[in-house]
């Protein structure tokens, strides 16, 4: 496609319910990343993914987040046993290849609210 | 210790002035890209413009520049003529080169603009 792509736009979970956010980067994107933001904050950093490695876990605030990449092209963000305060907006970017210079590119996120 | 920091929460100006968002960085890595993006109320996150720690001049990008001072290590984002749509959250974020494959890109807390008729 000729974005990033992100499903669901919207969710809303019970508390204690698992949930799976998707994302597709942009075509022949290397490199893919998620973010978590809250409501008036910056994007706070979640994982990164290089082709299918995931290359930096260190943003996970807990192990109930898990994401993975298997094919190298679609990502998963799965959060178990939800609770309120994962309520927030995930993003997912892409980028073309590895490295600082290179622009990278946002989804239009999934918004979380965990009830 | 805060990579990024905007120290402005919320700016204000007339439609066709100029404003300066202000953004400070801190790294220890010699290669390093330092990007702008605008999030509108609907929360897409959109690109402005990049500067690169080795580049020369200051990035430039239609109405948008970069005013780029590496001894300081600020990088704050100019918009002239600012227009009723410019109103947003700013962010400043920076990605190093940590190696080969890169690092994430860190983003500041934002700042607030909003322009008024």
């Known amino acids: 496609g000729a974005g990033v792509s992100q499903s669901p736009r919207y969710k809303v979970a019970k508390r204690g319910q698992d949930v799976a956010l998707r994302c597709d980067p942009i075509?022949?994107?290397?490199?893919l990343f998620w973010y978590q933001q809250a409501l008036g904050q910056g994007p706070e950093f979640l994982t990164y993914?290089?082709?299918?490695?995931?290359?930096?876990k260190s943003g996970l605030p807990s192990d109930r987040f898990f994401a993975e990449r298997p094919e190298g092209s679609v990502s998963t963000l799965k959060i178990q046993r939800t609770q309120q305060e994962d309520s927030a907006v995930y993003l997912c970017?892409?980028?073309?290849?590895?490295?600082?210079?290179?622009?990278?590119?946002f989804g239009e996120g999934s918004w979380l609210t965990v009830v | 210790a805060q990579k990024i920091t905007q120290t402005q929460p919320g700016m204000f100006v007339q439609e066709k002035e100029a404003v300066t968002l202000d953004c400070t960085y801190d790294t220890s890595d010699p290669s390093y890209g330092l990007f702008w993006y605008k999030q509108p109320s609907s929360g897409e996150m959109i690109f402005l413009i990049y500067q690169g720690s080795y580049d020369q001049q200051n990035a430039t990008e239609g109405r948008y520049s970069l005013n780029f001072q590496k001894a300081r290590k600020s990088a704050n984002l100019v918009i002239s003529a600012s227009q009723l749509g410019d109103s947003a959250m700013y962010f400043c974020a920076m990605r190093e080169a940590g190696g080969q494959a890169g690092t994430a890109l860190i983003f500041g807390k934002g700042t607030t603009l909003s322009v008024s008729s």
């Open positions: 993914f290089q082709n299918e490695a995931q290359l930096d």
């Open positions: 075509s022949g994107h290397v490199s």
């Open positions: 970017a892409s980028s073309l290849v590895p490295g600082a210079g290179n622009t990278i590119y």
